[in-house]
């Protein structure tokens, strides 16, 4: 099959689109296919057997003055980049709008000398891709959670008027949902993220395959010989998505007999505003690191070095540091929202399992834990077993073949 | 001086001079014909007017529109009350989010009645706010270019 993949992002380390593209793209290959990737910046890793196709972005929105690249002084003037730049000024997130119609050219272009059996986008959703029907190949979409549970979650923390009307403009709900009701299939990463996608864009549920994430076990594994520091608990997240519910975990902090100290993995100084101020506030100043950003191998030995993960997730299409820290053999206190409950598995075998913002509950696992070794040890042992035998990238891909070809057979009735 | 830096100053020069006459002739010189030589938007053909008016009003409509819904979901999204260690201040986004309504609810209606009444002002002030929003946006450029590095860093050369 010659199958191309679409991602506004490409690169693994901007989120768990870039890891989704990587994996899936290297997994079809390895199944025999043709695989294609038309990505926006960062571009992904050069994998053998994936042929890559770059869209190029100013990226308008995160720059703020330095957008001008001297090799092309007036390639702001262009009418797409005029728009893009025009819309970012006015706090509008325009980059996924853009590259669909970027990509519906570029498209148009390889079809002159590729016939491509399927096209797959991650995550993007654009008015362009309504062109991109229009080419005669069966277009079919990722969505790893709607962005609605984005936008409220962001709300529950009190925030100035002009704040909320960024966060109001931020996001593209509006085009989300026209658009992915028009696609021919959505494919999503968890049951539950299915039922929000209905909830929040209206697609009917028959329209939508549930295809679970894999985990690559050969990078995440537990590290012998790593001697576990006492009291440790990681997180792994962006502490400024407020999704990821890192305040219940510093007030959890707070509560805890243990004196625990906590590594935060994040995305650097940059994406850090209310956090230190929080960690102040709660008088947790000495008892938490921040690493910024690190390459995998630095975290897979952090995951070893802890005696515990928490996700204390408001919500969760996935959650992908979940099994991430369950591959490592470290025992996961998360919450019971979203699809984390899926992914984690049983309370107390798999990993533990609290009730969203809740900060107590997650102090009374954070001790319960450090006072049980063997059940740290047990469980630990569990959760790795469960990522091996349900999470892998190879049964992933399988299954987006049959769903694929599922798809082209309907497609080829019409 | 380098070329693209001489068409960033050309940019800056041209937007300048067309938003200065975008304004004197919009507010300036047209004010007084209305005043003193009695300029009539009813006297124009009505597919005429309508021709300007419509994609005028349209994009000025989305652009209230859009306050509008930002002012409607402040006011009524439904989220869990913040953990109280983080609320610290009093949070006034409803009471804003309230006038906003109110506020793009009226201009909207103003709009709308002076488009029906073919009334002058309800076409110049969107107009020229489109117009300067695209001129701004090109001078805003055309700094950028005269300020930026004109040379290639090592690495990309």
């Known amino acids: ?414 | 001086m380098p070329r693209p830096r001489i068409f960033g100053y050309l940019a800056v020069l041209s937007t300048l001079i067309l938003a200065g006459l975008v304004t004197y002739s919009l507010y300036l010189l047209t004010a007084e014909n209305i005043e003193y030589s009695g300029t009539d938007l009813n006297k124009i053909n009505n597919f005429t007017f309508y021709a300007v008016a419509l994609p005028l009003s349209l994009v000025s409509v989305m652009v209230i529109g859009t306050g509008f819904w930002i002012g409607w979901t402040i006011l009524t999204i439904k989220v869990v009350p913040p953990m109280p260690d983080i609320a610290d201040k009093k949070d006034y986004s409803k009471i804003k989010a309230f006038f906003l309504c109110l506020f793009t609810l009226c201009l909207g209606a103003l709009l709308l009645y002076g488009i029906s009444i073919k009334n002058f002002w309800a076409l110049a002030i969107p107009a020229a706010a489109i117009s300067l929003v695209i001129l701004g946006a090109i001078f805003w450029v055309g700094i950028a270019i005269i300020t930026t590095r004109s040379t290639l860093p090592e690495e990309k050369k």
């Open chain 1, 1 to 414: 099959m010659k199958i191309c993949l679409l991602s506004y992002r490409g690169n693994p380390y901007c989120g768990g689109q870039g890891i989704y593209v990587m994996y899936i793209a290297k997994e079809l290959v390895k199944l025999g296919h043709e695989v294609h990737v038309v990505a926006g910046p960062p571009y992904p890793f050069e994998e053998n057997g994936v042929i890559i196709h770059r869209i190029s972005n100013h990226n308008y929105f995160n720059k703020g003055t330095n957008f001008i690249k001297p090799h092309k002084p007036f390639a702001t003037l262009q009418p797409l980049n005029l728009y893009e730049f025009i819309a970012a000024k006015f706090g509008i997130f325009p980059e996924i709008e853009t590259f669909s119609i970027r990509a519906f050219l570029k498209l148009k272009e390889l079809l002159k000398t590729h016939r491509f059996d399927i096209i797959h986008d991650n995550q993007c959703l654009g008015y362009g891709f309504l062109l991109i029907q229009r080419l005669g190949v069966p277009f079919v979409s990722t969505i790893h959670h709607p962005l609605t549970i984005d936008r409220s979650t962001w709300f529950e923390h009190p925030s100035t008027f002009n704040l909320k009307m960024k966060r109001i403009l931020y996001y593209p709900l509006l085009m989300q949902k026209i658009v992915s009701n028009r696609m021919y299939r959505i494919i999503t990463v968890s049951h539950n993220a299915a039922f929000e996608i209905n909830k929040a864009f209206g697609v009917d549920q028959d329209n939508i395959s549930v295809i679970y994430n894999g985990m690559d076990s050969t990078i995440f594994y537990p590290v012998k010989g790593v001697k576990k520091k006492k009291n440790s608990i990681i997180f792994v997240g962006n502490v400024e998505d407020r999704k990821k519910g890192i305040i219940y975990l510093l007030k959890a902090m707070s509560l805890t007999r243990h004196p625990v100290t906590l590594t935060i993995v994040d995305g650097g100084a940059p994406n850090r505003s209310s956090v230190p101020r929080l960690i102040d506030k709660l008088g947790l100043n000495g008892r938490v690191t921040f690493t910024g950003k690190i390459p995998i191998d630095r975290l897979i030995r952090l995951y070893s070095q802890t005696e515990i993960a928490v996700l204390p997730s408001l919500y969760e299409g996935f959650g992908f540091p979940a099994a991430e820290a369950m591959a490592c053999e470290l025992p996961v206190i998360t919450t019971t929202a979203g699809a984390l409950p899926e992914v984690v598995g049983e309370h107390m075998k798999t990993g533990y399992l609290v009730p969203p913002r809740d900060a107590p509950a997650i102090a009374q696992g954070i001790d319960f834990l450090l006072d049980h070794p063997d059940i740290r040890s047990t469980m630990g042992k569990a959760a790795r077993q469960r990522v091996l035998e349900i999470f892998t990238w190879e049964s992933a891909a399988r299954e987006l073949v049959n769903m694929y070809r599922e798809v082209i057979n309907a497609y080829g009735r019409f």
